[in-house]
């Protein structure tokens, strides 16, 4: 395999746009990691019993946590069965196109040179939100009055 050969000393718009294709080297193996996950997840079905081990929170405290039910989201997901996928993880299903946003403005912004950096306040009030939001629907989900959020 031979190196790509070098850039001419002056030629700005090549260095920019090589600079430009290594910067996105994070969020392409973020992409990577994430689409692995997501065919093994694909090809070995977690509605089986015991296909991916338990839930330590559920195992160890018996209770069903945030993250209870999201890997048969996924399956279902990729099976196109998204009021299925709802049923296993609703908050999960609900966070995707949040999540989307969140990295395509990752993306974006390693690929203008702009990095996006949010201001302390809103990501303070953001990881205030977060949490307040897996709490309540941990507890929820625990809850007789919201069983139906339980995978």
């Known amino acids: 395999m031979t190196a790509a050969p070098p850039i ?3 030629d700005r718009v090549a ?3 090589a600079h430009r294709w290594s910067r996105l080297l994070l969020p392409g193996a973020v992409l990577g990691t994430l689409g692995a996950a997501t065919v093994a997840l694909y090809l070995r ?3 089986e019993q015991g296909s991916w081990g338990a839930c330590p929170t559920k195992a160890f405290v018996g209770i069903e946590c ?3 039910g999201g890997l048969r989201a996924v399956n279902d997901l ?3 069965q998204v009021l299925d996928a709802a049923s296993s993880n609703l908050l999960f299903v609900a966070s995707i196109p ?3 946003y969140i ?3 990752w993306v974006w ?3 203008s040179g702009r990095s996006w950096s949010p201001s302390d306040r809103s990501m303070n009030i953001s990881v205030a939100v977060l949490l307040v939001g897996l709490f309540a629907f941990t507890v929820l989900r625990n809850t007789p009055v919201g069983s139906w959020l339980a995978p």
């Open 8 to 10: 001419p000393p002056g």
């Open 15 to 17: 260095e920019r746009g």
């Open 45 to 47: 079905d977690p509605h």
């Open 66 to 68: 945030p993250g209870c």
């Open 78 to 80: 990729t099976h196109f």
């Open 98 to 100: 949040f999540l989307a």
């Open 103 to 105: 990295f395509g403005r």
């Open 109 to 111: 912004g390693r690929w």
